[in-house]
């Protein structure tokens, strides 16, 4: 009785479900006709002010999709395929951030306005989300190589950061400063001029032998900063002034830290005034952020040590407004339009590489892909005992009337070590400025 009632059930229930399919069946469902409509977008092949235009072929070809300002979390909100995107155009007034996966997450690749890029290269076919957002003049910086590569020579052993004075490189390592002429390539060993040993500079002052770190420095009106930190012996960092060219000590200065800290990776001191100098410790959180140093410069001229004050504490964020996490903080410059840009060589938190923010807000403003994009941060796979590692930043124009050897263009500077057992190479990444030709701010006009 069980196995004969169960039967007619079985059988009704396949009879409802055909009389419900039927409508649903149609020739415009076998065909696809229904999932192309969906997966139609309008397409303008020159985008206008506010729009971006996204192809599925190299060369802007294949099919395409104009964007506007927003979020596009996935490949079905740009109605596109997913990891199809192999070119682009930029219309003004935005610029378009391509990530690897959904959600935002990922490499980020970014594309500046007014530009067309008809191949995308590494980012081709590597796209899940987009977000197209109002452009900002300040930072469409675009990779443009290195030099030196990978050379191994008598400052690149432990090079930590840079610095110029208009006609000097000063370069740190971790127990010397030197000087380098701008006039000599960098990859000539012999073009060392004067140096100071982190010995000298504690003898100087009368520090403690526990201090035995130079970190990323920065030069304004006559003085090099240099951070000092004393981890190993529980000594707090400390900034000392050398003057320049001679690197000869002047005074030092305590900055704040988080109680229970010891690391100070680099400084920077404001261009538009000289008013402040920042500094970080080794990671940037929720709570530990960019410390801003008011500078005694009367003070300081008299050779008088204690010329900086702490001020604030000013904390970074993503582009969502959510806490950034950057572990060991390697170099950071600040630029003459607010713009601050941080590296870092340890992965985990929010990830290692180079980034720019808006130093007023503390706002994410673009980052670095690895091996991706025009604002690459390229890291190499050159033999190394322990990997690549970013060091410290410097702003320095060059084009190739400046005469400066190797190098024939760019404004942003970048050092990264190839770190060895015995001895590191140095790698020097050149970031060149692109000015939106429809966009007449102070600051592009001046670039």
């Given at each position: 009785m069980f196995t004969?009632?169960?039967?007619?059930?079985?059988?009704?229930?396949r009879r409802s479900r055909i009389v419900l399919a039927l409508p649903v069946v149609t020739l415009a469902t076998l065909l696809g006709l229904e999932a192309r409509a969906e997966a139609a977008c309008a397409c303008t092949?020159?985008?206008?002010?506010?729009?971006?235009?996204?192809?599925?072929?190299?060369?802007?070809?294949?099919?395409?999709?104009?964007?506007?300002?927003?979020?596009?979390?996935?490949?079905?909100?740009?109605?596109?395929?997913?990891d199809?995107?192999?070119?682009?155009?930029?219309?003004?007034?935005?610029?378009?951030?391509?990530?690897?996966?959904?959600?935002?997450?990922?490499?980020?690749?970014?594309?500046?306005?007014?530009?067309?890029?008809?191949h995308l290269h590494e980012v081709s076919d590597e796209t899940s989300s987009i977000r197209i957002v109002a452009s900002?003049?300040?930072?469409?910086?675009?990779?443009?190589?290195?030099?030196?590569?990978?050379?191994?020579?008598?400052?690149?052993?432990?090079?930590?950061?840079?610095?110029?004075?208009?006609?000097?490189?000063?370069?740190?390592?971790?127990?010397?400063?030197?000087?380098?002429?701008?006039?000599?390539?960098?990859?000539?060993?012999?073009c060392i001029h004067e140096t100071r040993s982190i010995a000298e500079v504690r003898a100087a002052f009368g520090l403690p032998g526990g201090y035995d770190h130079f970190g990323d420095p920065d030069h304004h009106a006559g003085y090099l900063f240099v951070p000092v930190e004393g981890i190993a012996a529980g000594l707090p960092p400390i900034v000392v002034a050398l003057s320049t060219p001679d690197l000869a000590p002047v005074a030092f200065a305590s900055v704040?830290?988080?109680?229970?800290?010891?690391?100070?990776?680099?400084?920077?001191?404001?261009?538009?005034?000289?008013?402040?100098?920042?500094q970080a410790g080794g990671t940037l959180d929720a709570t530990r952020g960019v410390r801003s140093h008011r500078i005694d410069w009367s003070r300081l001229q008299l050779g008088l040590d204690g010329f900086l004050t702490y001020e604030d504490n000013i904390l970074?964020?993503?582009?969502?407004?959510?806490?950034?996490?950057?572990y060991t903080q390697q170099g950071g410059e600040l630029l003459t339009n607010g713009v601050l840009f941080l590296t870092n060589s340890?992965?985990?938190?929010?990830?290692?590489?180079?980034?720019?923010?808006?130093?007023?807000?503390?706002?994410?403003?673009?980052?670095?892909?690895?091996n991706y994009g025009p604002f690459d941060f390229e890291l190499n796979d050159a033999d190394s005992?322990?990997?690549?590692?970013?060091?410290?930043?410097?702003?320095?124009?060059?084009?190739?009337?400046?005469?400066?050897?190797?190098?024939?263009?760019?404004?942003?500077?970048?050092?990264?070590?190839?770190?060895d057992i015995d001895r590191d190479n140095a790698f020097l990444k050149h970031y060149s400025y692109f000015c939106d030709p429809t966009d007449d701010t102070p600051y592009c006009a001046q670039h």
């Open positions: 004969a009632r169960s039967i007619p059930v079985r059988s009704s229930v092949p020159t985008p206008g002010s506010g729009q971006v235009t996204v192809w599925q072929h190299a060369e802007f070809t294949g099919e395409c999709c104009t964007l506007t300002v927003g979020d596009y979390a996935d490949s079905a909100s740009f109605k596109l395929s997913n199809s995107i192999s070119s682009l155009k930029v219309g003004p007034g935005v610029r378009a951030v391509l990530y690897e996966h959904g959600g935002f997450a990922g490499r980020e690749a970014t594309y500046e306005a007014s530009q067309g890029y008809a900002d003049p300040r930072v469409p910086y675009y990779y443009e190589g290195n030099y030196p590569y990978d050379d191994e020579n008598e400052w690149s052993n432990q090079a930590q950061g840079l610095a110029n004075d208009g006609v000097n490189w000063y370069v740190t390592q971790t127990g010397r400063v030197s000087r380098i002429p701008l006039t000599c390539d960098l990859a000539d060993a012999s704040y830290v988080t109680p229970g800290a010891y690391n100070s990776a680099w400084v920077t001191v404001d261009p538009r005034d000289g008013s402040h100098l920042y970074l964020e993503d582009h969502d407004g959510d806490p950034l996490t950057l340890k992965p985990g938190g929010s990830g290692a590489g180079l980034r720019a923010f808006d130093l007023e807000t503390g706002t994410l403003l673009a980052r670095a892909g690895s005992s322990l990997g690549d590692e970013a060091e410290g930043i410097d702003f320095l124009g060059i084009s190739p009337a400046s005469g400066v050897p190797g190098i024939p263009e760019g404004a942003l500077h970048v050092l990264m070590v190839n770190v």
